[in-house]
């Protein structure tokens, strides 16, 4: 069946902010679906409220909106664009629930407009888990028991069927969200309450919890004519209880019989033809009795999704890309597999003849007091994944390319007592796969270690050669025979590892590897295990005999992507990589992608000319290098992974691109740095550092309280605090972090209530170009990615703004940078500080990029490759006609018992954008994007700090003025009314009850403001903010984030949507 | 513990090194590429590999160790194994023997730790050939000899080597199936048969009695067969001189159903006037896309032959059924409406994707049919 010519335009709709669940997998689908129905000659209207997005860059569809993914925003965008059909499936589950939305609004009905690649019957009978029992018993499958329950009442009777331990999923939630496993009664009624909250439906699934059963995931592909394909299987590492998105994986599937497996492809097949999923990629889970082999089915998603990603790279067939093509009514065998030279059609199944391991990124270490336990709620923020001739290859790449610090099988610290380990195996953490390594290393058996973990005895055994491995490489005659040498390569032990087990250094061990001429080779992934030749040039290094990377003798440049996604480094810095490569492939240059992040747009095989799906690891880009020789390398575009590399990478004689190592150093070395500032007369918040507390002290009360402490050995701004007094500073220096010589305190003034500025630049070293200022709305204090933040500047004189990019410029002119910059200054008593230089791609390089419509990575890019601005002629950049609000997004209803505040550590995990004429309606819009909806009425509780007090009157009118009742405790109640307001006082959550707290459960209270300072006081407030998040009150913790809350109460602009390309 | 070490040697010149495990003597064959990620049981023990080594792509090979009934043959199949990684540990609830042992008591010999991605690639670019593995150092001279010994599998009828000595009924039906009642008389010429097969003919009510290949067409008539199965099978199908007069005649004397498989497919073409030929690397997998021409559906199927039908002899009486996606080769032909037909993958499957088993349903349409009007 050729393509359906009664439908010419398709609204795409993507997947919105990242968040945990729904990371940059869906910008990757995203890109394929628009490339691929452009290609087709189909009109596509894109909605995605992620600036940093590469599917919503201008190019890539015909009309691209910027814009909230709710019904309402995108009834508007229908009004205008009057799509044809809507394509739901490759925005995750924002994707469908908003199609479903649409559809009960009845406004699908309303527009004439069909939903292709799932119907509404389909995602109804795959999501509600009711239909989906039936579904599945009547095509002769059995699923869990499970029963759904409405109330606390029901969840009762359900347990008492199941039994314990049982299993707990809210309906319609995200990566399982507010899910569990109970196995008592306490922690049942817990996350019953929690779960029936989070679902949109106030539904939950209680399942019997099929502890220990072996977990699968096929990932099927089907078309309008039936024909089914499994593109591949996927074994989980971890058995059941553990979200398959916090699991290790593997691809294929390593220990079932074909008869087995056979029977799980049937099954698929069968279940994507009962959901009714006519079209497209869907992804199927099934659990296995290892005892027995019984299977049973977990569920379905009837949409590409993270493990889709996975798959398509794990093989190198574009799952969203065909899934997109048939949703238009193409067939598989119309379709072609674009990876390999010959013409295979896509109508076939990928055979891979390597291992793929995945392995999640957490970040509980940014969540004072969550619990790191792995569970059925999904709670890793990124993923690494690494291919290798074997299992054990690819699974010690992942381990190095997670950049955790670890390089392989290290010793947990606290492993040295034996006793700690067997808890640490029986309970699922993040670091479980290195205790289980340590229980080897001392000697647990292999079944014991299976009992505790519940891990199949096949992978335990792949660990336990690892390990043992390690002993071969201690001896003597190791480093001086190549084939003990050799093999300890071919099982994926790196470089860095074996000098740690040799006591040598990491350049000795290679230095010695080479000598033995031990090198990698590099394979081709090509979805066919060499039966075809392949002109895709996807490679992965291993040590083999073979080496098929032929690398060209063409001009050509390296770019270094980010690695996993985490806080504080996402998909932005894919962004700018994905832009630098297909800039310079405009120029004419052979590009090299370097990343081993599976989500991304960047590691898609037709980015850039070559992909090496390989560790940033020193090592590992080394050996690239050796290879490739490129002119040069970019480090500056996939955030603090590569750009640590820039001294080493400088040393080892590799050309880097752009700003030099030496630049780089100079602005994140402290003392460097102060040098600097002094030298060009320019100001910086006072600071010290302190190797013990007493000094600490004496340092403090020097600089003058409040002040900023943070170690200095940390980046992202993790274990940082605002503190205020002596009492506070002595707290945090015995509670927070052990200060000693090694590890000594950094100690700087706290700006309170200074306006933070970021300001983004480009340079050659003779031209220095503003692209933007952005106007922080949260003041200083939290940190610059958790803050929302507007382009132009929302309430500054013209006159401070030349101040603030004069102050740039004599920063950038002192500073040798090629390249893009950023800078962050902070204005409080009239002067301006400078906070940071940041000489490379910063977070916020795609939101400014859309903001003012130049694509900044792009030209960057370009003079990092020897142009100069003056020939790429670009003299500014024009000042935005419109505002652009970037919100941040933050993970906090993930993280149990975490205290939501905003602060100068970062911990959002995505962002969303705001574009309209004013600054208050794009605020609104950043607001409404990011899941925040801002009441028009109701009661309003207060509760400022002193600090904030000045601006306590104009808040207090505005909401009055627009109708709310005020609610307040004692000490803001008395000023407020003092200035004459009405105020209802209300007990804090210590002063006895009724309190704050029993209000906003009852829903009394619409809107929360709240700003606290001090160790005690936030703690003590901390109910209030955690409420506020859990029942979805409207709340801010700063100031500015109050008032301008109350600017978009007050104007109650009716928001209008428009596309980008009308925009610049 | 450094296990013994081994070469393969291929008739093109290539030495691989690697390790022995499995059986340590060794065996000439034909070395082909087998792409499957599953099922490397039911490939060795599959007699179509008979008088060829298998080196399979996808690397960890025995993790599930090997069990009683997942076996394609009473112990038959491969000469030799050539892997990358063999498993330490065997892991699946069926597990009775490691693949190591099964390999050694079966005589088949293996060779690990190959660069098996390299080799596939001198197989794609080279073509299946001649090699062996060789746990000895060997002279030119010897080597030489072997592989003249050995010759070619083109020219040889290996099916008769394979076939079984004496008649034998089968009614086994597949794992995990209840017995039907038996309603048809099957007779299946085996050329190799995979037992997979005749479980798929009991499943479907069929009493299965297998015959040596070359039974003449007078004794497969006295047993007054409801439908006669042509089986898979090694080697070349020309040499086979007496099945495909047998087949000639069933086809042009009777009325009796034919469905042939892999060989017996090759056979029922030769039979009706077509011609065959040796591929280059052949087809070995389990991902091949085959399209039903009349139906426009594509399947993906079970593959594993070195020769097939030649485009060059179509005829019209004799139509096209199904062609391969990958090389357009032909993958299905029939005659007189499926009264006769065959298939040159493998609808049964095991290992590999089971969704043209229906083709032994439209076999016993045809016996039903047949069966009602006798």
Not at chain 1, 14 to 35: H, L, M, N, R, T
Not at chain 1, 672 to 677: D, E, P, S, Y
């Amino acid at each position: 069946m050729p393509k359906r010519t009664d439908i010419k335009s398709v609204l795409i709709i993507g997947a919105g902010p990242i968040i945990i669940g729904q990371a940059c997998e869906f910008d990757y689908s995203g890109v394929q679906a628009c490339k691929a129905l452009r290609e087709e000659g189909y009109k596509v209207i894109l909605v995605n409220s992620n600036p940093a997005t590469i599917m919503t860059d201008p190019g890539l569809a015909d009309a691209t909106y910027i814009e909230p993914i709710t019904w309402q925003s995108l009834e508007k965008i229908i009004k205008i664009e009057k799509p044809d059909a809507i394509l739901p499936t490759m925005g995750g589950q924002t994707g469908l629930n908003v199609a479903l939305d649409l559809n009960k609004k009845g406004i699908l009905k309303k527009y004439n407009i069909e939903l292709i690649g799932a119907t509404k019957e389909a995602i109804d009978k795959a999501e509600d888990r009711e239909l989906f029992a039936a579904a599945m018993e009547k095509i002769g499958l059995k699923v869990p028991l499970a029963k759904l329950a409405h109330n606390i009442e029901e969840c009762w009777e359900v347990q008492k069927l199941v039994g314990y331990p049982c299993i707990i999923r809210p309906n319609f939630t995200l990566g399982g969200s507010g899910g569990g496993i109970a196995y008592n009664s306490d922690e049942f009624e817990e996350i019953c309450h929690r779960g029936l909250d989070l679902s949109p439906t106030s539904e939950l699934y209680i399942d019997k919890y099929l502890a220990g059963w072996k977990e699968y995931e096929m990932e099927v592909v089907r078309d309008k004519a039936d024909n089914c394909i499994i593109i591949c299987s996927i074994e989980n590492f971890d058995p059941m209880g553990v979200h398959t998105g916090d699991s290790i994986t593997v691809a294929p599937a390593q220990t079932l019989t074909d008869k087995e497996y056979q029977m799980m492809r049937n099954a698929s097949m069968a279940i994507l033809r009962e959901i009714g999923v006519e079209t497209g990629g869907s992804n199927v889970q099934f659990a296995i009795n290892p005892e027995d082999g019984e299977m049973v089915v977990i569920e379905m998603n009837p949409r590409v999704s993270r493990s889709s990603a996975l798959a398509s790279k794990a093989t190198g067939f574009p799952i969203a890309k065909i899934a997109a093509k048939l949703a238009v009514g193409f067939t598989l065998d119309e379709l072609q597999n674009d990876i390999s030279k010959e013409s295979i059609p896509a109508s076939f199944e990928p055979t891979i003849d390597y291992v793929v391991t995945k392995i999640p990124r957490f970040n509980f270490e940014k969540f004072a007091g969550a619990n790191p336990t792995l569970t059925s709620q999904m709670k890793s923020v990124g993923e690494v994944m690494a291919i290798g001739s074997n299992f054990k290859e690819s699974l010690q790449k992942a381990m190095r390319g997670l950049e955790i610090g670890s390089s392989g099988f290290e010793s947990p610290e606290i492993a040295k007592n034996v006793k700690a380990i067997k808890p640490r195996l029986i309970t699922p953490t993040p670091e479980r796969l290195w205790f289980i390594g340590e229980a080897f290393r001392k000697g647990m058996d292999i079944n014991d270690i299976q009992s505790f973990t519940g891990i199949d005895l096949w992978f335990l055994k792949e660990v336990q050669e690892i390990i043992n491995y390690e002993k071969i490489i201690k001896s003597k005659k190791f480093l001086s025979s190549r084939d003990l040498f050799l093999e300890a390569k071919k099982i994926g032990f790196s470089d860095k590892r074996i000098a740690d087990l040799t006591n040598k250094s990491e350049k000795d061990i290679r230095a010695k590897r080479r000598k033995l001429n031990i090198k990698p080779v590099f394979k081709r992934v090509d979805t066919c295990a060499a039966e075809f030749e392949t002109s895709t040039a996807y490679m992965y290094s291993t040590y083999q005999d073979e080496c098929e990377s032929n690398p060209t003798k063409k001009k050509k440049i390296m770019v270094l992507g980010g690695g996993p996604n985490r806080i504080g480094q996402g998909i932005e810095f894919d962004y700018c990589c994905v832009h630098a490569a297909q800039v310079l492939k405009e120029e004419g240059f052979e590009t090299i992608m370097v990343n081993c992040n599976p989500e991304t747009v960047s590691t898609d095989y037709d980015t850039s000319d070559r992909l090496y799906f390989e560790p940033i690891t020193l090592e590992d880009v080394l050996e690239i290098y050796e290879i490739e020789k490129p002119k040069g390398l970019i480090i500056q575009y996939g955030g603090q992974t590569p750009l640590k590399l820039a001294k080493d990478l400088e040393k080892s004689g590799v050309p880097i691109l752009g700003t030099s190592p030496d630049q780089i150093d100079l602005s994140e070395d402290r003392s460097r740095f102060q040098k600097f500032v002094k030298k060009h007369n320019l100001l910086q918040p006072e600071n010290g550092m302190a190797s013990n507390n007493a000094q600490a002290i004496k340092i403090a009360n020097r600089i003058g309280y409040p002040v900023v402490v943070r170690p200095s050995y940390v980046l992202g701004g993790r274990a940082m605090e605002i503190v205020y007094d002596d009492e506070d500073l002595k707290k945090y220096l015995t509670e927070a972090l052990e200060v000693d010589k090694k590890n000594p305190v950094l100690i700087d003034k706290f700006l309170d209530l200074a306006i933070e500025f970021d300001v983004e630049a480009i340079s050659d070293g003779k031209s220095h170009i503003i692209c933007g200022v952005l106007q922080h709305i949260e003041q200083a204090g939290v940190h610059s990615g958790d803050s929302a933040c507007s382009i132009p500047p929302y309430s500054i004189d013209k006159k401070l703004l030349s101040q603030i990019e004069a102050t740039a410029i004599k920063v950038i002119k002192n500073m040798k940078i090629s390249g893009l910059v950023n800078i962050q200054l902070a204005y409080a008593n009239s002067e301006i500080y400078l906070l940071e230089v940041n000489p490379r791609a910063s977070r916020t390089i795609p939101f400014v990029s859309k903001a003012i419509g130049s694509p900044l990575a792009k030209i960057a890019a370009q003079v990092m490759s020897g142009k100069t601005l003056k020939a790429l002629k670009i003299t500014k950049f024009k000042k935005p006609k419109f505002y652009s609000v970037k919100e941040a997004v933050l993970p906090f209803e993930k993280f149990q018992a975490v205290d939501p505040i905003l602060g100068p550590e970062m911990r959002s995990t995505g962002e969303v954008m705001g574009i309209a004429p004013s600054f208050v309606e794009a605020f609104e819009k950043a607001e409404i994007a990011a899941g925040i909806s801002i009441p028009l009425e109701g009661s309003a509780f207060l509760s400022i700090r002193n600090t904030d007090k000045a601006y306590l009157e104009e808040l207090a009118k505005s909401l009055t003025k627009s109708g709310f009742k005020l609610v307040a405790t004692r000490g803001t109640a008395r000023d407020l009314e003092k200035m004459g307001f009405k105020v209802e006082i209300i007990n804090k959550v210590l002063e006895g009850r009724p309190h704050i707290v029993d209000l906003m459960k009852n829903k009394e209270i619409s809107l929360v403001f709240n700003t606290t300072e001090g160790r005690e006081s936030i703690t003590d407030s901390a109910s209030i903010r955690r409420t506020a998040l859990d029942q979805k009150i409207c709340s801010s913790t700063t100031i500015e984030g109050a008032r301008a809350i109350c600017r978009v109460i007050e104007n109650q602009v009716d928001w209008r949507v428009k596309k980008l390309q009308d925009i610049h | 513990m450094r296990a013994k070490p081994a070469q393969l040697i291929l008739k093109s010149g290539e030495i691989f090194d690697g390790e022995a495990f499995g059986y340590t003597k060794e065996k000439v064959g034909e070395l082909v590429f087998n792409t499957s990620m599953t099922g490397y049981q039911e490939i060795i023990t599959d007699l179509s590999y008979t008088d060829q080594l298998i080196c399979f792509t996808y690397p960890h090979i025995g993790n599930v160790g090997t069990n009683i009934d997942d076996h394609e043959s009473v112990v038959g199949g491969a000469s030799g194994v050539v892997i990358r990684d063999l498993t330490r540990v065997e892991s699946n609830w069926r597990n009775e023997l490691s693949l190591a042992d099964f390999l050694k008591a079966n005589k088949v010999p293996g060779i690990k730790n190959i660069d098996t991605r390299k080799l596939t690639r001198v197989l794609r670019n080279k073509g299946s050939q001649p090699a062996f593995i060789s746990y000895k150092k060997k002279t030119k001279k010897d080597i030489e000899k072997l592989f003249e010994r050995f010759g070619s599998l083109k020219g040889k009828d290996l099916a008769s080597k394979v076939t079984t000595a004496k008649s034998y009924l089968w009614k086994k039906p597949s794992y995990g199936i209840k017995k039907p009642k038996l309603k048809y008389k099957i007779i299946a010429l085996d050329f190799g048969v995979k037992h997979n097969i005749l479980r798929l003919l009991v499943d479907r009510g069929c009493e299965v009695e297998v015959l040596p290949a070359n039974t003449d067409f007078e004794t497969i008539l006295g047993k007054k067969p409801d439908g006669v199965f042509l089986s898979n099978g090694p080697g070349d199908p020309e040499p086979c001189h007496q099945p495909i007069e047998t087949i000639s005649r069933l086809i042009r004397e009777t009325k009796i159903p034919l469905f042939g498989i892999c060989l017996g497919h090759q056979l029922l073409g030769l039979a009706l006037g077509m011609k065959t030929e040796k591929m280059k690397f052949g087809h070995h997998g389990a991902n091949h896309p085959v399209k039903n021409l009349v139906t426009n559906e594509v399947a993906i199927t079970s593959q594993n032959h070195g020769f097939t039908i030649s485009e060059k002899s179509l005829s019209k009486d004799i139509s096209i059924t199904h062609r391969s996606l990958f090389d357009g080769s032909i993958q299905g032909i029939s005659f007189q409406k499926n009264r006769v037909f065959g298939f040159q993958g493998h609808p049964e499957a095991s290992p590999g994707p089971q969704e043209l088993q229906s083709l032994f349903d439209t076999f016993i349409t045809q016996v039903n049919k047949y069966a009602k009007k006798n």
